[in-house]
């Protein structure tokens, strides 16, 4: 039996902490300043993590391997099986020749660039993580703005920053119910907290994303519009979060943004549409890679001089043709929706999960409280997996589309070729995680930064951006820490639920330098290997949210503690 020593370095908790840090920095290191590709950053981070594991923290190397092996297990199933599909959806589409339709389409609404970043990649691709999670909106969004003329690596940085204030509802609320199911915390009331943190940031995201795409002159020409959408979509999170259904709150808060910036549209135009298409594709142009996003991709031109999707050119293409484009994302709502909302349905599917002690691992693991440790059994969602339900919708746009199944399987397997390299990044990271967390290291971190006492109010969402930045997922940092949270929060005099609900919130803005999303961003646009430019595109826009929570989180502690319920 191994159970973890929380400072077994010199008996120093800070000394400790230190050295449980070590893979973290040396990925970080590898990753963001000697600009390694993302899976040899990911390996060689996993083998310090084993050194660390065996050498300091005394774990046995045959458990320290095996942790290993069911992290990167984890890693390609569910997650990278996720984005394979996602990916894959995409590819019917754009062989299916409705692609292009899709791009008119959007410029029904509008077609100016600023305002299609805030539609796509903010209001649809938090449709898509409420519906989703774990990736499938930034590899969606980001070829659906590449297709719209923004280069690659604008596209990328796009869709991680808007991938943010959904995260904590993503995936029907997942990471807000597991925190619930392993503090003992109504589940409600921890996402009632949340709606009340992450709102707050959500009204600014959309002004950051013109910004982002034309500087300052688009946000000095569009903020009505961003404005718009971000408050709806705050708005409407923090009423749906407090009021309605916390699982409901990012569908409703998505289709609220759509829908207020479509009124707005209706009554009022931004200026400078034409000039910052010329700019976007003049900037992009100079800086975007000779590989498109897709070589293989059958997708038209943008038109004269890029021009993208014109509302003329939208109205012509009709209704029908418009419908159908929209297909495989009607078709993924309504599978999604009767998924995870149809409560028959959706305990069948749960029944069928599989789990798996893992061999030579399950049993011979304690935690640091000495009681068998959660993580040695290893789950298998072969059908209630939200992969499984984006093939399962695949197959039904297939069908529809009438695409032959001969050609549609060598589209999976033209995918599976593609993201290979992204298949090793996303297991490594991953099995470092699973290492990190089984040896005692995960811990050791987070226990020294609880050290911090009544003032832990303010650093508490250090921990979930930790949490998510190493595993790529928010319902991840919550298994690790939200536990943690409360406990300080008891011992500290502070608001259990507020701290846990901290730890969910600063998660969000971790994702946007999770490896794992990072190289799902670049695989999607056609970025393998420039994992490192987009960490140095989106690291300080994390840091800068990071600290507005942060500072958010403290004034709630004490001086704005009214505006918790």
Not at 125 to 145: H, N, Q
Not at 313 to 330: H, K, N, Q, S, W
Not at 480 to 486: N, P, R
Not at 512 to 534: H, K
Request: aromatic share 8%.
């Amino acid at each position: 039996m191994y159970q973890p020593v929380l400072a077994p370095v010199a008996d120093s908790l800070a000394l400790s902490a230190l050295v449980a840090c070590l893979p973290l920095l040396l990925f970080f290191v590898l990753l963001g300043g000697l600009r390694l590709k993302a899976h040899w950053a990911g390996l060689a981070s996993l083998a310090l993590a084993v050194v660390v594991a065996v050498v300091g923290y005394g774990m046995p190397v045959g458990p320290a391997l095996l942790s290993a092996s069911q992290g990167a297990v984890f890693g390609l199933f569910p997650i990278m099986w996720i984005v394979l599909t996602a990916i894959w959806v995409y590819r019917l589409t754009v062989v299916s020749g409705r692609f292009e339709d899709l791009r008119h389409a959007f410029g029904l609404i509008s077609d100016d660039p600023r305002i299609q970043a805030v539609i796509i990649a903010f209001c649809f691709g938090g449709l898509l993580e409420a519906l989703a999670g774990f990736g499938a909106p930034v590899a969606i969004t980001g070829v659906m703005l590449v297709a719209l003329g923004f280069s690659p690596m604008r596209a990328a940085v796009t869709v991680l920053i808007a991938n943010t204030a959904p995260v904590a509802f993503g995936a029907v609320a997942t990471p807000i119910i597991t925190a619930g199911s392993l503090t003992g915390i109504p589940h409600e009331e921890i996402g009632a907290y949340v709606g009340r943190q992450t709102s707050l940031l959500a009204v600014f995201v959309p002004l950051l994303l013109v910004a982002l795409v034309d500087g300052r002159r688009g946000m000095r020409q569009t903020w009505p519009a961003a404005l718009t959408a971000g408050a709806a979509f705050g708005l409407a999170q923090f009423a749906a979060s407090n009021y309605v259904s916390v699982e409901l709150t990012d569908i409703i808060a998505s289709l609220a943004g759509l829908l207020a910036v479509v009124l707005l549209l209706r009554v009022w135009r931004p200026r400078g549409g034409e000039q910052a298409r010329a700019g976007l594709l003049r900037t992009d142009g100079a800086t975007a890679p000779a590989a498109p996003a897709d070589p293989a991709a059958p997708v038209a031109p943008a038109g004269p001089a890029g021009s993208g999707a014109r509302a003329g050119d939208a109205g012509a293409v009709g209704t029908a043709r418009i419908l159908m484009a929209f297909l495989p994302y009607l078709v993924v709502i309504a599978v999604f929706s009767a998924a995870k909302l149809w409560t028959p349905l959706k305990e069948f599917l749960a029944s069928t999960d599989l789990r798996i002690g893992w061999p030579g691992l399950d049993g011979t693991v304690l935690n640091a409280a000495g009681e068998a440790a959660a993580g040695t059994v290893y789950t298998f969602p072969w059908l209630s997996s939200p992969g499984t339900l984006l093939l399962l919708s695949g197959l039904l746009v297939a069908a529809v589309y009438r695409i032959a199944p001969a050609e549609a399987v060598r589209e999976f397997a033209s995918t599976v070729v593609k993201l290979r390299l992204s298949l090793l990044t996303v297991a490594s990271v991953l099995a470092l995680a699973h290492v990190m967390n089984l040896s005692g290291q995960t811990i050791t971190i987070g226990t020294w930064i609880a050290g911090a006492g009544t003032a832990f109010a303010f650093f508490s969402p250090v921990l979930g951006w930790l949490g998510t930045a190493v595993t790529g997922s928010d319902t991840s940092a919550n298994a690790l820490f939200a536990t943690l949270q409360q406990t300080t929060g008891d011992k500290a005099g502070l608001d259990p639920t507020l701290l846990v609900a901290a730890n969910t919130s600063g998660g969000v803005v971790g994702k946007l330098i999770s490896p794992q999303n990072l190289t799902i961003a670049a695989t999607a646009v056609g970025l393998d290997g420039r994992e490192s430019e987009l960490l140095r595109g989106t690291l300080k826009w994390s840091l800068l949210f990071l600290l507005a929570l942060c500072l958010l989180v403290f004034l709630q502690s004490n001086v704005l503690g009214g505006m918790l319920p």
